[in-house]
């Protein structure tokens, strides 16, 4: 089977500390939006809480190759966390809950991928899928503390700093979910561009050659693993905390596609493919729903199933080559 | 208690017929062609769509219904399969995962656009309706009837698997897949054929769980996490693997539920995750 | 020249009066109108349109305008989201909807925060008209289907024992303890309460039924969602002979939907359940709006309780209007709510000013086979229900 990734695409782009002048674009662009869109920040806010997602799940699919289906457990840890501490324990503050929120994901992210990331490939998947099942079910289980299938309600985030309340159209909170991910975006960076990093694309590419050369295979993939599950926790923390409302959807196997489906759309491996991907699935969704809330998911469909078949690398992937085909002309 | 533990292995058998059913073709196809199918839910789906319309629209007896809607919906997915499926052999699994996702989404909007949203039903014939009285005690005899067609078609996969020229080069394509081209088997038209005969008996697998589970559009996906535990649990390309996964499957599902309702859907995710911690290959996969 | 003066005014007058008073009403729809719960956004929409369709020259000049949205998946998020736009960018008078009820709950801050009314046209579960004052409720609450049909199944039928079945999620509980408090107060005795998976489980439901069976109860009570879970349960009853083992099957009407009820076959003949409506009910009103509802969607298209719910949202939104002279500001259209009263395809029915949920009549209901296809026959009738969970202050409906 042919690699997920293609190698050559991840490791020169951001392998460099150097910042590119086009890694500029896609900041300023969201940076814009209460501008230039001040009327959709809702959708603002859902778009940059997938992008947060979406980058964990590439830092663990596209750096370390390890493919779930499972991810939503995670980000359910960081909602259920987030939100169980302003509902039960009137902990209002939100950066201290997105810490936590991060902090409980880690947790669960640690034990989980000490168990089951000695395993790859089918067996992985359905072991990622099938855990996140479980613990949607012991949500469920545990109803009256997380709410169970009808949602937790009370939470109450305090305005953040004491100032900036997440008012009704929701200015405050875009701002705070940019800074998070911006603070996000600069970790993941600087973790895939170093030597640990790098030794991650080494066991995606050939585990057993990684092996040969005595790397801790299982250790790193597990440090990985945790990282991005503190991050997918922050997502859910976001979430919640946006909108003061958790069920047990935010653990479900939809949430886990979705966000895999995100990650390959921008194009894995890229850390920047996220963010389109995200872009695109999220506000396609939204427009198409507008268009026709019965059938909007054929569009939906539609789009997945050309952008396979006509684009290799994912939407990043036509945008790469369109640029290398100019530079070409251009000497 | 005895009574119980009868009825838990007899309705865990029936279930796990439908299991079976459906998911013997994904598991075969993918130990094939290493193809992420996450669509061939479609395919049960639409055979129970066909099945309906045929008993509804033209008054086509239930048991000549499902060979047909076998016939019918294997020959459709031939199309599917040349214009979506075969250009994405030699790519990632990844971009298997997303066009398939995607076909399924289109799969939903298109069947609610002609079908409506409302779960169908069939009237089953008179003779399949109410019990059977085996002596002892009495069964109902739909699921009779759907275990005796789970055997009969276990029977006729083996059949074909063990004892004919084709089976010998689908079970040699699955071991080795160079190998197999090498001797001068093609394997894309194996393929093609495989795939069409998995979507076929899903088809039927469809159509015989409108009774049991009810039909909509959203059946594509529901059902989807339950087809890829017994392919995973059973071992790709494993006619046997999948066969023993579903009857594990179903039967611990059945007991779980009629013993500890509250942990309802708990059991069978719990079996899958311990069954591949200890076999992650499935009970009957290859190693790799 | 004294009465042409007065002619002058009074053209003056009506041209006031038509042309610059004619408002246009704005509605956000949040329903599921995809996915698993696309047939009861179906159901909703054409109750609604179906009203505005027969009734939109009563509030002329008024008009009003509709903006759909689908609410996706029931996690409350997408909801939310459809609701604060519908209410920053698209500035609607009223919202309504609302089919699970985590979107609804999730969505009543956003009401109080906007001061925008918000119609419950379905989620059902107690205590959600608690989350807002802005918030009225046209359809039911669990309880109150739940406790007429256990005092029903106790007194009437002469049930000493039952068995509890349900899909284990909120709306499931409240018609579960419901029936549990109904049942024992008129001397029942419910012996076991099983919890039959959730929304989104594939619904074989034998296993539980085989319970059930060996149990031995004089009656089963059943809730599970309208829809799918529906027509298996019916199936599953019949195919173990359960009724034959003198077990009766009873439950709220969720378990037959008009919809969905030729779908069930013969597995439904005999079930008694009580519900706020059928589409047999045999009264103008309802003969009226059945026979408009198969004219605008077909003979195979049959109204149910969900579809009626809608019906009866914008009836209370045009009252709203009328009253108001299209002037929709929030806190006055509560209070014209408050006071609605409306005889409507389900019988009387009226919004308790005090806790914003619905009054209506419960109807016992037999199925029975009528020729080829299923009817529903009213055996008993139980006038203007309130919510029993507030009555008694159950849990949350009692803060």
């Known amino acids: 089977m042919a690699s997920a990734i293609d190698p050559a695409a991840a490791v020169p782009r951001l392998g460099r500390a150097r910042w590119h002048w086009a890694e500029a674009l896609p900041w300023l662009a969201l940076a814009a939006v209460p501008f230039v869109f001040p009327g959709y920040l809702a959708l603002g806010c859902q778009v940059i809480v997938m992008i947060l997602f979406a980058l964990s799940l590439d830092l663990i699919l596209g750096y370390a190759g390890i493919i779930t289906l499972g991810h939503a457990a995670l980000f359910g840890t960081g909602a259920y966390a987030a939100g169980m501490l302003s509902a039960h324990l009137g902990w209002n503050e939100p950066i201290t809950g997105l810490l936590v929120a991060g902090a409980a994901a880690a947790a669960v992210g640690f034990v989980s991928g000490w168990f089951l990331l000695r395993y790859h490939g089918l067996a992985l998947l359905m072991l990622t899928l099938a855990t996140a099942i479980l613990l949607q079910e012991l949500a469920n289980t545990l109803a009256p503390y997380t709410g169970g299938y009808d949602g937790l309600l009370g939470i109450a985030i305090d305005p953040i700093f004491g100032r900036f309340a997440n008012d009704l159209f929701r200015q405050n909170y875009y701002v705070y979910g940019l800074i998070v991910l911006l603070a996000a975006f600069l970790i993941a960076r600087r973790v895939v561009a170093s030597p640990f990093g790098q030794s991650l694309v080494g066991i995606r590419e050939n585990v057993k050659r990684m092996h040969a050369i005595g790397a801790p295979v299982h250790g790193r993939l597990v440090a990985i693993y945790t990282i991005a599950a503190a991050m997918a926790g922050v997502a859910g923390g976001l979430f919640a905390q946006i909108h003061a409302f958790v069920t047990l959807q935010v653990m479900g196997f939809q949430l886990s596609g979705a966000v895999l489906i995100v990650v390959i759309l921008g194009g894995a491996g890229r850390l920047y493919g996220a963010f389109i991907g995200a872009a695109i699935y999220v506000i396609l969704e939204d427009q198409l729903a507008k268009l026709s809330p019965e059938f909007w998911e054929f569009g939906v469909g539609l789009v997945l199933v050309a952008t396979v078949l006509f684009a290799r690398r994912g939407l990043l992937g036509i945008a790469e080559d369109l640029t290398a085909r100019l530079r070409r002309r251009t000497p | 208690m005895l009574s119980a533990a009868v009825s838990i292995l007899f309705d865990g058998l029936a279930y796990a017929m439908i299991l079976f059913i459906i998911a013997v073709g994904l598991s075969i196809t993918m130990g094939l062609m290493n193809f992420v199918n996450l669509a061939h839910g479609v395919f049960a789906m639409a055979g129970g769509y066909a099945t309906v319309t045929m008993i509804r629209a033209w008054e086509v007896p239930f048991l000549a219904a499902l060979p047909i809607a076998f016939v019918l919906v294997g020959a459709a997915s031939v199309v599917f399969e040349r214009l979506l499926y075969a250009p994405l052999y030699r790519r990632s699994e990844l971009d298997q995962v997303l066009m398939t996702i995607g076909f399924v989404f289109m799969a939903i909007a298109a069947f609610t656009y002609f079908w409506g949203p409302n779960p169908l039903g069939i009237e089953v014939p008179r003779y399949l309706k109410g019990q059977v009285d085996l002596g002892f005690r009495e069964f109902p005899t739909y699921r009779l009837f759907m275990i005796a067609v789970g055997f009969g078609m276990i029977l006729a996969l083996w059949l074909v698997f063990e004892r004919t020229l084709l089976g010998a080069r689908i079970r040699a394509a699955v071991d080795n897949r160079r190998m197999a081209q090498s001797l001068g088997i093609d394997v894309g038209r194996l393929f093609t054929l495989t795939f069409a005969v998995g979507s076929g008996l899903a088809a039927v697998g469809g159509g015989l769980a409108v009774e049991l589970i009810g039909l909509r559009p959203t059946f594509a996906i529901q059902y989807l996490v339950h087809f890829l535990i017994v392919v995973a649990v059973g071992g790709l390309g494993s006619i046997r693997g999948a066969f023993l996964a579903a009857l594990l499957l179903g039967i611990i599902d059945t007991a779980g539920k009629y013993v500890w309702p509250a942990g309802g859907g708990f059991f069978i995710y719990a079996i899958t995750v311990v069954a591949l911690l200890i076999k992650p290959e499935g009970l009957y996969g290859k190693r790799d | 020249m004294q009465i042409r003066h007065a002619l002058a005014v009074g053209v003056l007058a009506v041209a006031v009066a038509a042309g610059a008073e004619a408002k246009s009403v704005k509605i956000g729809i949040v329903a599921t109108f995809s996915g698993n719960g696309a047939e009861f956004g179906q159901q909703i929409e054409r109750g ?51 089919v699970f009820s985590p979107d609804a709950m999730s969505s009543a801050p956003l009401a109080t925060q906007a001061k925008v009314p918000m119609i419950i046209m379905n989620a059902g579960t107690a205590w959600i008209p608690k989350l807002s004052p802005y918030i009225a409720r046209v359809s039911f609450s669990m309880w109150q289907s739940g406790y ?5 199944a106790a007194a009437t039928m002469k049930h000493k024992t039952a068995i509890i079945g349900i899909t284990d999620y909120p709306p499931g509980k409240d018609s579960a303890e419901a029936f549990k408090r109904g049942f024992e107060a008129k001397g029942g005795q419910v012996v076991d309460t099983v919890p039959m998976g959730g929304p989104a489980e594939v619904p074989d439901f034998t296993p539980f039924f085989q319970r059930v069976k060996d149990a031995k109860p004089n009656a089963f009570y059943v809730f599970v969602p309208a829809g799918n879970h529906a027509a298996a349960v019916a199936k599953t009853y019949a195919n173990l002979g359960m009724r034959a083992a003198g077990i009766d099957l009873i439950g709220p009407g969720d378990i037959t939907p008009d919809n969905n009820l030729q779908e069930m076959g013969e597995a439904a003949v005999g079930i008694t359940v009580v519900h706020h409506y059928s589409a047999d009910y045999d009264t103008p009103e309802n003969k009226a709006f059945v026979k408009a509802w198969k004219e605008a969607y077909g003979a195979n298209s049959t109204p149910d309780f969900m579809g009626v719910q809608g019906y009866d949202g914008m009836a209370a939104i045009f009252s709203a209007i009328k009253k108001l002279d299209g002037n929709m500001d929030g806190d006055k259209v509560m209070e014209a709510l408050k006071r609605w009263k409306f005889a409507s395809p389900r019988g009387p029915i009226a919004i308790n000013p005090e806790t914003r949920d619905i009054i209506q009549n419960e109807y016992v209901h037999k199925i029975v086979k009528d020729g080829a296809r299923l009817k529903v026959s009213v055996v008993g009738k139980v006038d203007q229900v309130k919510d029993q969970c507030v009555e008694l202050k159950v849990g949350r409906c009692g803060q």
């Open chain 3, 48 to 98: 609604y349109e179906l009203y505005r369709k027969l009734h939109a020259n009563e509030i002329a000049p008024h008009t009003v305008e509709i903006i759909k949205r689908d609410s996706k998946r029931p996690d409350g998020a997408e909801a939310k989201n459809a609701v604060q736009e519908l209410i920053t960018r698209d500035k609607v008078d009223v919202l309504a909807g609302f």
């Open chain 3, 148 to 152: 007429v049909m256990g005092e029903y």
